[in-house]
């Protein structure tokens, strides 16, 4: 960029003596989310973690575990194709209650089958290599695991007690937490990251700042002084 920008300026194109800052939008990694379908994958990633514990040693899980999901995962897909349908308002309630029920059960077998399992990974005697794949896995299995919880509790909120949390606070994207719903003035909301941008008087990029998800602040002078 400061390439660019003293080329810019040997060419005559831009003085940078105006600056504009403003942000804009990029869309995340994402479908548009709802709190079991965040659940669900949630939930499906850490049961899937927890099936590749058994290439380091670990006993397999019990089937049961899967049917689980599969029901789940139906569940989920009554709900995606009903919810908004006349009629029908109330089947896709109970659906809602169903699996939400199960996804407790899943967290709480879970929390079990992890508690069971620390012995063995504090105990586990292997190459450094697999010893830090084994770390990896283990650490995504109890992210996963107690982000579910959080996603349950205020998914129970909704459908309980009408309560609803703000979009801010939600999990919107189970590969990307810095994803975020954006409402920039009249335009279509976005479920994605805004980044800051200062552009010149003769519309060249001059500085950019890609933190977490915020409004503009003075952060992006920083990036400006640099130049």
Not at 101 to 111: H, Q, S, V
Not at 114 to 133: I, R
Request: aromatic share 12%; hydrophobic share 35%.
């Amino acid at each position: 960029m400061k390439c660019q920008s003293l080329l810019i300026i040997e060419k005559g194109l831009d003085d940078f003596s105006r600056i504009y800052i403003d942000s804009t939008h990029v869309y995340g990694n994402t479908s548009y989310p709802t709190d079991v379908s965040i659940l669900y994958k949630l939930l499906n990633r850490a049961y899937r973690s927890f099936v590749l514990l058994k290439d380091f040693g670990f006993p397999a899980l019990d089937s049961w575990i899967e049917t689980r999901q599969e029901r789940m995962k139906s569940h989920l897909s009554f709900i995606s194709m009903n919810v908004g349908k006349r009629g029908v308002k109330g089947k896709v309630r109970e659906k809602f209650k169903l699996m939400m029920r199960m996804a407790d059960k899943n967290i709480k077998c879970f929390l079990k089958l992890q508690e069971e399992y620390t012995q063995l990974w504090e105990s586990s005697d292997l190459s450094p290599e697999k010893g830090l794949a084994l770390d990896s896995l283990w650490f995504k299995i109890d992210d996963d695991i107690h982000v579910a919880e959080y996603v349950l509790y205020y998914a129970e909120n909704l459908v309980y007690q009408n309560i609803k949390l703000p979009a801010r606070d939600k999990i919107l994207s189970i590969s990307d937490r810095d994803a975020a719903y954006i409402i920039k003035g009249q335009r279509n909301p976005v479920i994605g990251y805004k980044p800051q941008i200062a552009r010149s008087g003769n519309g060249f990029i001059c500085g950019y700042l890609t933190s977490r998800n915020c409004g503009i602040t003075p952060q992006i002078l920083t990036c400006l002084f640099q130049l």
